[in-house]
Structures are given as structure tokens and as C-alpha cells.
């Protein structure tokens, strides 16, 4: 089988309520910006990949699919192993096109992506519903309705202000109680002693984990602000490949990490993270970027194949408008079931890529 044709084409999909406007300390958006590949191959098989694009600039659909095409029409679109020894893109751009490959090779052998991982350990994904930074009055109606709606763990945006974060937390636990497990990702906004001191106020709160409230590097921070609460440490941004995974045990730096496919540069990473982290007892959670189709469902295969993603994954797919997929990917009560289908489980629609489709 050879790749014959790669398309890439960026969309913008409007989020309704209660996401949008999801504001975090950086900026406020009410759309979800991505990148999906397809690519064909000479037996008339068909792989669908995404990667997130959200806030880039300079981003251009033509230049990728440029790029694209002339290095992968005629390769091999089944060895993967090959494909990630030799591919010089980006993460982003490795990402969206390795797991249209993936989907490619599931589809060809007529069985899911997660069966080529070694199978499955897990047949429901639970996601925890996200929200951006509100007042204590608007976190406790978001709060509520996501209980309503059978969500199990809520994860903020948070960052602009101490004060600000202590307050929606608080109104979180006023409105719901312990009926959701609760964790705040301020990306990088405080310095460790600000985070030392955020993290200690919000030790009666019992959160999950306070998600990379501090700069990526040095993981000596990380380390030392984990001696200074009760309050565990999620990192994220500190996440890359496997070898960051690693940096982060050498030095003790967290009690949770959150790799993301369009950072690692795919799947097959995001699975290598996960092994690591078994073999070390550490709890995985995929990140999202505000995923739609392509990408939500390779986190689900990720999730279904490892046992190190033992806690609720990242999303905000409950909050887009619509998708670019063909049929929609259902959450019920706060899970996601396994997309027991050839491939990612998910078939990319021309119509909605050309109704949300971004010239660029």
C-alpha cells in the first residue's frame, strides 16, 4: 500500500454554553481552531487525522498540505515505526498526519487502533467536563450542571489572580460539594512561590491536583513546590516526548502528568508515555486542546490501551456547536465508550470541512 494524496484543511468550529467563552489568563475564545488531515492510499483506503492549531499565527493549510504531500505521497502508510524515525515535520503537523496513518493501518487489518496497541484494558473513557475562569457565582452554575449531567471531575482555566482562583474554587465546592473531583490549570502563570502560596490556601479545597502553575523549567521547581503543599502537582506544558517523562521521574517532579498527541507528535508517544508511567506508578490524563472528531477519538484509543490513564481525560467536545465527522462522538454521564470500529472509529464529512473550512 502506498499514501497517494494528503489534504489538509484548517477549521473553525463555533463552542456554545456553558464553554464558550472560555476564557483562560492568556486570552477568551469561543471557537475551536484545527487542522484535519486526510490522507488516501492506492487501495482506496482512507485515513482521518487532526491537530490543534488554536492560537498560532501564521498558520497556512496550503503550505501543510505542501509540505505534506511531497515528503509522504508514495511511502508506506502502515510502519509507523518508519514514519516516526524519519518524519521532519513539527509536532503538530507529525501528529495530525500520524494518526490518519494509524487509522489508515486499523482500517486495512479491519480492526481498531487500540487492538494494535496491544488491546484494550478499558471499555469506557471517562472525560472530565472543562471550564474557563468564572466568578464564584457562574462556577457554581457550571458546576451544577455538569453534575446534572452525570460529569464526575471538572478542570478550570485559572491564572489571572490568586485571589480570582481561590474564589471560583470555592464556589465550586459551595455549589457541588465533593461531587466533583476538582482540578485548576493556571499554564504557567505564577512563580513557585506564588504557586506555594495559591497551593496551601487551596489545600482545604482538596483538589485533584493544581495543573503546571509554574514555568515549565527547571522540574527543580516543580520538585520543590511539591514539598511545600499537600496540594498534589499535575504537569503539562513540562510534558513533550517519553524522554521528558523521564526528566519529570529523575526528579520527583509530579504526582501526575498530562501528555497531549499534537505535543508528543502522536499517538504511538502518547502510548510510549503511557508505558513509562505504568512501569513507575504514575497516573496519566490526556490533555486536550480543544479537540473535535479525529483527535477526541485518538485519545479515546490512547486511553483504551493503556491503564496508566486511570483518571478522567480532558474535554471539551460537549461544548462544540457542531463537528466535522460524519456521526458525532457520544458522552453520556461523563464517559465516552470505546469506538469499537476499524481504525479511530470516526469518518471525516466534506460538507461540514467545507462549511467551517478557514482559507489560509
Known amino acids: 500500500m ?165 474564589e471560583m474554587v470555592r464556589g465550586v465546592r459551595d455549589a457541588v460539594g465533593d461531587a466533583l473531583r476538582l482540578r485548576i490549570d493556571p499554564n504557567r502563570a505564577y512563580s513557585p512561590a506564588q504557586a506555594a502560596e495559591l497551593a496551601k490556601r487551596l489545600e482545604p479545597f482538596q483538589l485533584e491536583y493544581f495543573e503546571q502553575p509554574i514555568p515549565a523549567e527547571p522540574l527543580s521547581d516543580a520538585r520543590w513546590l511539591r514539598s511545600q503543599t499537600s496540594t498534589p502537582i499535575a504537569l503539562n506544558e513540562s510534558v513533550v516526548g517519553p524522554d521528558t517523562v523521564l526528566d519529570i521521574l529523575r526528579e520527583d517532579a509530579a504526582a501526575f502528568v498530562l501528555p497531549d498527541t499534537h505535543i508528543a507528535g502522536g499517538i504511538l508517544p502518547c502510548v510510549t508515555i503511557g508505558r513509562i508511567c505504568e512501569a513507575a506508578d504514575l497516573p496519566c490524563i490526556m490533555h486536550c486542546g480543544h479537540d473535535l472528531g479525529p483527535k477526541t477519538a485518538a485519545m479515546v484509543h490512547v486511553v483504551a490501551a493503556c491503564s496508566a490513564y486511570s483518571l478522567a481525560n480532558d474535554t471539551t467536545y460537549f461544548g462544540l456547536e457542531d463537528d466535522i465527522v460524519l456521526e458525532r462522538i457520544t458522552i453520556n454521564n461523563g464517559k465516552i465508550a470505546f469506538l469499537n470500529k476499524p481504525g479511530l472509529g470516526v469518518e471525516g464529512d466534506p460538507e461540514r470541512l467545507a462549511r467551517y473550512r478557514v482559507d489560509c
Open 2 to 166: 502506498q499514501v497517494t494524496n494528503v489534504e489538509v484543511t484548517v477549521v473553525e468550529v463555533p463552542q456554545i454554553d456553558p464553554i464558550a467563552p472560555y476564557r483562560s489568563h492568556v486570552r477568551t475564545s469561543s471557537t475551536t481552531c484545527s487542522a484535519i488531515v486526510r490522507v488516501d492510499t492506492d487501495e482506496g483506503i482512507t485515513g482521518w487525522g487532526e491537530h490543534n492549531v488554536n492560537f498560532l499565527p501564521d498558520i497556512s493549510a496550503a503550505r501543510m498540505q505542501a509540505q505534506s504531500a511531497a515528503w509522504l505521497v508514495g511511502r508506506d502508510p502502515q510502519n509507523l515505526v518508519s514514519f516516526h524515525r524519519e518524519c521532519p515535520f513539527e509536532s503538530r503537523l507529525k501528529s495530525g498526519i500520524e494518526l490518519a496513518l494509524w487509522d489508515i493501518h486499523g482500517k486495512a487489518l479491519g480492526v481498531p487502533v487500540a487492538h494494535l496497541l496491544g488491546g484494550t484494558v478499558r471499555d469506557q473513557i471517562e472525560v472530565a467536563a472543562c471550564m474557563g475562569i468564572q466568578s464564584y457565582e457562574r462556577a457554581g452554575e457550571i458546576a451544577s450542571y455538569y453534575v446534572e449531567q452525570g460529569f464526575r471531575t471538572l478542570k478550570t482555566k485559572a491564572g489571572s489572580d490568586p485571589d480570582e482562583d481561590y
